[in-house]
């Protein structure tokens, strides 16, 4: 499974947009960008994935580049409750393993 | 998530005791899985179970040992604790019978041995 790179850290006000990016330049063709954050030593939560096209539902806005080499996850209204550490993991759908890295930990301020 | 439930979510033992983690799911789930997270780093697989029948070694299962009992059950055990396995488990299920590979993990079990 390729390797993600993300920042250790992003801070975001209360009602704006939370944008975190991850790089994955070295993504094959058959692998999966998925994000799943963990609130407080929660059991991580599972938020989107995509392969090619920008995804969007009802917690989240995947944006993935033309040549797959990045992703952008966005939360378009920030809350406090989404205070979390962000993981991306790259994965073929033919694997279980979900390979977490350090993620980014996003503060939400009031 | 309620439909994957952990018992117990705290346990402090001694070094040398058996101990056993349970994992049991009510979303009918094929698959199971079970994670280590030590603080300050991210997750990763001990074991994991495509069925009943079949238990596959994930990246550390050294001094670990699983029981797929039925489908809704999974249990972690250690059967001779040690201090460095102390740590935050979690045990998770993905649907893959569907298609839907997203998995979904329990609250967790923080485990201390002393």
């Known amino acids: 499974d390729a390797k993600t790179t993300q920042p250790t850290s992003m801070d975001c006000a209360e009602g704006r947009a939370a944008n975190l990016p991850c790089n994955h330049s070295?993504?094959?063709?058959?692998?999966?960008v998925y994000w799943y954050r963990q609130i407080h030593s929660q059991g991580p939560q599972y938020i989107i994935h995509?392969?090619?096209n920008n995804e969007t539902n009802e917690m989240a806005s995947l944006i993935i580049t033309e040549d797959r080499k990045s992703s952008t996850l966005i939360l378009p209204h920030a809350t406090l409750r989404d205070t979390a550490v962000y993981y991306c993991?790259?994965?073929?759908?033919?694997?279980?393993?979900?390979?977490f890295g350090t993620g980014t930990r996003l503060q939400v301020f009031p | 998530d309620a439909d994957v439930t952990q018992t117990p979510r705290n346990r402090i033992t001694k070094t040398g005791k058996r101990i056993m983690l349970e994992c049991s799911q009510t979303k009918g789930h094929d698959r199971m899985y079970w994670y280590r997270q030590d603080p300050g780093l991210g997750l990763r697989l001990i074991y994991y179970?495509?069925?009943?029948?079949?238990?596959n070694k994930g990246e550390i299962s050294d001094g670990y040992s699983v029981s797929r009992q039925a489908q809704a059950k999974f249990s972690l055990s250690l059967e001779s604790a040690i201090p460095n396995q102390t740590a935050l488990y979690f045990c998770?299920?993905?649907?893959?019978?569907?298609?839907?590979?997203?998995?979904?993990f329990g609250p967790g079990t923080r485990l201390t041995v002393t």
């Open positions: 179970s495509f069925d009943v029948k079949d238990i």
């Open positions: 993991i790259v994965r073929s759908r033919d694997t279980d393993k979900l390979i």
């Open positions: 998770a299920t993905s649907d893959w019978s569907s298609g839907s590979h997203e998995q979904y």
């Open positions: 995509g392969l090619k």
């Open positions: 070295t993504i094959s063709g058959n692998e999966y």
